[in-house]
Nanobody
Framework: EVQLVESGGDLVQVGGSLRLSCAASGFNFSVTPMSWVRQAPGKGLEWVSGINNRVGGAIYANSVKGRFTTSRDNAKNALYLQMDSLKIEDTAMYYC????????????RGQGTRVTVSS
């Protein structure tokens, strides 16, 4: 069974940084492209970033490009999202997902991790 467990969310001030983690199990993580999506309060799911199955090769939404960095550790079955220069509009529940650009019509598999950016 595919399991994705996100962690690392917190309350942070504008301009601050956070590092999110996603622990994956139940599938062959090392050959699976992965991504991060988010859902702001009252809004739908938004794709944030995707990364192929090799180290490197990440792509980003324009809204986070230059501020967020996605990485992975295939030995640990872990996906990461380093978020710098956080903005109010980054406030959301963050989820990891299978695929570089996953379909956004289905609920995320994991419970997500909450990021709140305050002024």
């Amino acid at each position: 069974e595919v399991q994705l467990v996100e962690s690392g969310g917190d309350l942070v001030q504008v301009g601050g940084s956070l590092r999110l983690s996603c622990a994956a199990s139940g599938f062959n993580f090392s050959v699976t492209p992965m991504s991060w999506v988010r859902q702001a309060p009252g809004k739908g799911l938004e794709w944030v970033s995707g990364i192929n199955n090799r180290v490197g090769g990440a792509i980003y939404a324009n809204s986070v490009k230059g501020r967020f960095t996605t990485s992975r550790d295939n030995a640990k079955n872990a996906l990461y999202l380093q978020m710098d220069s956080l903005k109010i509009e980054d406030t959301a529940m963050y989820y990891c997902a299978l695929g570089v650009i996953p379909p956004l019509g289905s609920p995320p598999r994991g419970q997500g991790t909450r990021v709140t950016v305050s002024s």
